[in-house]
Structures are given as C-alpha cells and as structure tokens.
C-alpha cells in the first residue's frame, strides 16, 4: 500500500522560521529504494521521525498502509514501529544488552514476539549481515563498524516492512560501508523490502537508488530517479555533489574530448572506456 505525506508540516519554533518541514506532499511506494539528500538544516531527519511517529504532523495527514496519522484516542502506536524500522545516524548508542543477541532481541519482544520467535528472528538476522559469531559477545567491546551492523539487526529482527536510515554508512570504513549497502540492495532486490535512507553519499545515491528526493529549507524540491536528478539543469541549485563516475567522465570530457555520457555504475564506465580506447 505505501506511505503517503499530504501537506504535512512541522516546526520547531513558533515563528515557522527554515526548520523543520513544510507542506510535504510525498508517496512512497512499497519496495522503493529512496534516497533523501539535502543540505544540514534542510528536514530530512524531520521528515524521517514522522515515519514512524516519534514526530507527529503539526499539519496535514501521513497514512502508512492502513495506519493514518493523526490516531484514534486508543491507537496502539507499536503496530506502526513494528511496521516502520527506524534507524538513527548512530545506532550504536543505543547498544544497552549484556550480548549481542540479547540486543538483537529485545526489539521482537517488546512487540510481543515470544521468546523463541525473538531468538530465531535475531539470529536470522545476525546470519544476514554475517555477524552471528559476535552474537554472545558484549555489544560495547565490539568495533565501531561491528556495533553498527549490531544495532541495524536489531531493527531488522523485528520484521519491519519499511527499513529507515539516517545516514547508515557515517563513520564506517568503505568495505564495511559498502557490505552494508550491497545487503541493502539485495533486500530491495529479492525480498522487495522498501529502502529510505538519508544520505549525503552521492556514490550510494548513484548506484542504488530507485529514486530521491531532495529536500531544501524544509520543502521538496526534487522527487524523480537519480537520472533526472544528475542530469537536471537545476543541480547546481540542490547544493548536492555529482557522484565519482559522473566526476570522472566530465574530467576526461574537458581533458581529452571524450564524448560525455552520464553512466552510474563503475563497471558501465570502464565498459564505456573499453569501448573509446
């Protein structure tokens, strides 16, 4: 069914100054992989805390599949945030168990889970992102990049339909960056489970995203796929960076005259460069 914004808005001051979001009018389709990018400042976290009502709209209606927003007096709100897996820019703070799969699984119980559907989920999860061997370690003696893989499987054990992320790749290496991406994209792919993460991360944008959006001052300003993004006459105004392989292919255009072509995978510009030599 999908998510849908309609004029939702929220400020953080009375004065409705560039905080916050402003009259969004967004849908989000089941099995998108979306990006959101944007300058600090411009409402993509905002906007991602209504997802799963840790804000509420000031204005305007958010309905997610069944669920509408603003509730019933006796709305069970954790029918929603087992639906809606948010994760922050730094997980790995919320880390607080006594081992890795103790973490993992209190997000199933506090959804009711039973104890052994918790176990099976956050050990499945675990198998998954390829840490199940840390799962009776303590989470707060593990690497950065392990205690990050950590507390996003705790997110999945619940079995969200919408995974959210707040900069899922900040901090970490680029292998472990990269492993974490190619488990999101296989999930998008195979499984169809819709992807929406901020990033300022224009590689990831470039070879992962179904679509994006770009969020400026609190308000849309671009919603299409990441073709017409790179290739808008206005992406100089999005305050947004070409990703490396569109880099490189304007740097050898003006050096050598090879013809521009807008390509967003590594593999299609050497192939592209194979082709010219």
Do not use: W
């Not at 009711?112 to 559907?117: A, V």
């Amino acid at each position: 069914m999908g998510i849908s914004l309609q004029k939702v808005s929220f400020h953080y001051t009375k004065n409705q100054s560039k905080d916050g979001i402003n009259n969004l009018d967004l849908i989000i389709n089941e099995g998108d992989f979306l990006c959101i990018c944007g300058a600090t400042g411009s409402g993509k976290s905002t906007l991602v805390a209504h997802l799963n009502a840790l804000l509420l709209p000031q204005s305007g209606s958010l309905k997610i599949d069944e669920y509408s927003i603003p509730f019933k007096r006796s709305f069970n709100i954790n029918l929603l945030r087992q639906k809606v897996g948010l994760s922050f820019q730094f997980p790995e703070y919320q880390l607080f168990a006594n081992s890795v799969l103790a973490d993992c699984m209190f997000g199933p119980l506090n959804f009711k889970f039973s104890k052994e559907q918790a176990q099976s989920s956050a050990l499945r999860v675990l198998e998954l992102l390829k840490i199940s061997d840390l799962k009776d370690q303590s989470p707060l003696e593990l690497s950065g990049g392990q205690m990050r893989k950590v507390a996003i499987a705790g997110i999945m054990a619940s079995n969200p339909q919408y995974l959210v992320f707040d900069e899922p790749t900040r901090g970490l290496d680029q292998k472990a960056s990269q492993e974490l991406l190619q488990l999101f994209y296989q999930l998008n792919q195979e499984k169809q489970q819709t992807i929406i993460a901020i990033t300022h991360d224009m590689d990831f944008v470039a070879k992962y995203a179904s679509r994006v959006i770009v969020l400026k001052e609190g308000e849309i300003v671009f919603n299409g796929s990441k073709e017409e993004l790179f290739e808008s006459h206005n992406f100089s105004n999005f305050g947004l960076d070409y990703p490396s392989t569109i880099k490189v292919l304007k740097y050898l255009s003006q050096e050598t005259g090879l013809v521009f072509k807008p390509l967003y995978q590594v593999a299609e510009v050497l192939e592209y460069l194979q082709e010219k030599a």
